[in-house]
């Protein structure tokens, strides 16, 4: 295992005898390969607090899911803490989508539109 940071990881050579001529050096950090969210990254997040309605309204854990709204694309999902708080970090501005679904089925899912996401 190599000690730096940055390495490659070369194609492995399937045939005995054979040289691999296509060897195509991918960077790793830490073994793990890099990706960079292209399309839908940026420098701001989209946080909010999955909850029941009522008197008081009560916090709920839920799975929470980020659409883009223009391309109708869903982009991250997380689960909300034990409080119900939710956030997705590194997006667009937006404008987004969050939906917020009940795996215990007593409630319908939850969507908020047209949210923008504030400068992190």
Known sequence: M?????????????????????VHPHIAIS?????????????FKVIGTAK???TPDI???????LFHERSRRIVRSVWSDAAGSYAFYNVSQGPW??????????????????????PM
Do not use: C, K, M
């Not at 190599?2 to 296509?22: D, M, Y």
């Not at 073994?31 to 420098?43: H, K």
């Not at 916090?59 to 899911?65: A, W």
């Open 2 to 22: 190599a000690t730096s940071l940055l390495h490659t990881i070369p194609t492995p050579t399937f045939a005995p005898g054979r040289v691999n001529t296509s």
């Open 31 to 43: 073994t793990v390969v890099a990706s960079l969210d292209t399309q839908f990254g940026g420098a």
């Open 52 to 54: 029941v309605s009522g």
């Open 59 to 65: 916090p709920v854990r839920r799975f929470v899911g």
């Open 97 to 118: 989508s969050v939906v917020s679904w009940d795996h215990t089925n007593e409630y319908n899912a939850v969507i908020a539109a047209n949210i923008f996401g504030v």
